[in-house]
């Protein structure tokens, strides 16, 4: 037996990336008091000021802007805004003038500068950027499912940006992300179909997804830009850089980048009802930078993607949610006709409480009278298993699709009861029904051994990603089709159904 193991690393998770402390060197960072007076900066501003950075701390920001840039930023903060807020400055220093791109970040004590130099002769008009845009946006729009969606969104993505290759993967339950759309050119390994273990992306690193669209590396070579002073004065402690795209990247990533063989990166998140549903994954064989119009483009899109994937699985959760509720309302029609609940779960009718809930095997006890139907486990089984249950005390609904993993008895019966639901009706009289679900043999493709993808040396203190990404097969067995949110709710529902009709049987 192979067991799906749980491999979302807590090292990993705890690991403090927003505390970095570093940038990426294809921009420059200024921290300032609300007064715009530096109070911190990226050392590689002496590129700029021909000054070392501990001979601009307390300079005014003033003194390189210009009197309308100084009032556009004025501006902004008195609208109120607060995060990633796009500007264009002109900074000025040694008699030289450089336009940049600047991002706002405004702290509550603070304002980070995010200032990336602006591409020569590179100005394209809002019209071709928004056409390009309107023309994906309708091709998702029309897509009948996610699949569809995921194929589209790649597609054209690599189109605009042109990276060596693309892949999307979806978060299972556990953080593992299988990829399900994949396109590529034949120099990049293919991953189609492939699952990738949480640790790759842990989960301090999907809370920043939550805030950030994207996380751009365009070169995984770079110099890290240490900041100075490295405590920041005004919280006495590294500087949070979360919201930041010039934030430092952790050696570990890098050191992965370099095991899968590619020079840069950009991941896009997809969001689904507020949740982190899966990551758009680009990249490319030599170094890649995409100016700040191309990643608001990628921005854009990822609405776009997250807004319709959202649409259509909750579309489809709604008509899976209409149709349970219609076969327990005819269960329980079939209940007041035949004045009897096992006869009225067990009836073929108008379906059964093996259709209900897609099991293969169903035992009710109801005042000491027990009914059974479809494949269950054998008498004794069956005997111990309830003794199980009873011991636990349930008084509401219990559902596991790894039976042997709670129980290790039965192991021996996962065939035919490695998914249980347990309803209980009426505690005290013993009164309940237990569906049961069979094993199925499920083959997952890794990328690369997932027990090897954090390797800790000898000495525990640090980590490096596994080095292959080659085809690592698994089988998992005693595991059953896990229970649908829709099904136990409907078997919470039922639950209070059967218990008010017994009520009303020992009433008469």
Not at 31 to 60: F, H, P
Not at 156 to 167: P, Q, T, V, Y
Not at 343 to 348: A, F, I, P, R, S
Not at 367 to 378: C, F, H, L, M, Q
Request: aromatic share 10%; hydrophobic share 40%.
């Amino acid at each position: 037996m192979t067991d799906k193991k749980n491999f979302d690393s807590d090292f990993c998770g705890s690991l403090p990336l927003h505390h970095i402390n570093s940038i990426q060197d294809y921009g420059y960072l200024l921290i300032v008091d609300k007064k715009l007076n530096i109070i911190q900066l990226s050392e590689n501003i002496v590129q700029l000021a021909g000054k070392r950075a501990e001979e601009l701390i307390n300079s005014s920001l003033v003194d390189f802007i210009s009197s309308e840039d100084l009032v556009k930023i004025e501006e902004l903060l008195k609208r109120g805004l607060s995060k990633r807020i796009p500007l264009y400055l002109q900074f000025t220093a040694q008699q030289q003038t450089s336009l940049f791109l600047a991002l706002l970040h405004v702290e509550a004590d603070y304002i980070i500068i995010e200032l990336e130099k602006q591409e020569e002769n590179y100005n394209r008009s809002f019209a071709d950027v928004f056409q390009e845009v309107k023309y994906i946006s309708t091709a998702i729009d029309q897509a009948d499912n996610v699949q569809e969606v995921c194929n589209i969104a790649i597609h054209e993505l690599r189109k605009i940006a042109g990276f060596d290759g693309i892949l999307m993967y979806q978060f299972d339950k556990d953080w593992n992300g299988t990829v399900i759309a994949e396109e590529k050119d034949e120099r990049l390994d293919q991953y189609l179909g492939q699952t990738f273990p949480a640790s790759d992306v842990p989960k301090q690193a999907r809370q920043m997804y939550l805030k950030n669209p994207y996380r751009l590396i365009p070169n995984r070579d770079y110099e890290p830009i240490r900041l100075y002073p490295v405590i920041n004065p005004v919280t006495n402690a590294f500087i949070d850089l979360s919201d930041c795209n010039l934030r430092g990247v952790a050696k570990v990533h890098l050191e992965y980048m370099k095991n899968m063989k590619v020079k840069a990166s950009m991941s896009i998140r997809v969001i689904c009802n507020e949740t982190l549903w899966g990551l758009i994954s680009c990249h490319h064989l030599e170094p890649k930078y995409l100016n700040y119009e191309l990643c608001s483009i990628f921005e854009w899109l990822s609405e776009v993607i997250s807004t319709k994937i959202s649409l259509i699985v909750n579309k489809q959760d709604y008509r899976n949610s209409k149709q349970i509720q219609e076969k327990r309302v005819a269960l329980t029609d079939q209940i007041y006709a035949q004045d009897d609940i096992a006869t009225g779960l067990l009836k073929d009718d108008s379906g059964d409480i093996l259709e209900l809930f897609n099991a293969s095997g169903v035992l009710i006890s109801i005042n000491g009278r027990s009914e059974t139907k479809g494949n269950i486990p054998d008498r004794a089984d069956l005997y111990n298993l309830i003794q199980w249950f009873e011991s636990r005390n349930l008084n509401t609904v219990y559902s596991t699709n790894s039976l042997s993993a709670i129980y290790e008895d039965a192991a021996a019966y996962s065939a035919v009861a490695s998914g249980v639901l347990f309803i209980p009706i009426a505690q005290t009289a013993g009164d309940f029904l237990v569906c049961f679900r069979p094993e199925v043999i499920k083959n997952i493709d890794w990328g690369g051994d997932p027990n090897q993808a954090i390797n800790f040396t000898d000495d525990g203190k640090k980590y490096h990603p596994r080095t292959s990404f080659e085809l690592w097969k698994q089988t998992v067995e005693q595991q059953a089709l896990p229970w649908t949110k829709n099904e136990l709710e409907v078997a919470e529902s039922l639950r209070s159904f059967l218990f008010e009709f017994t009520i009303k049987q020992a009433q008469q």
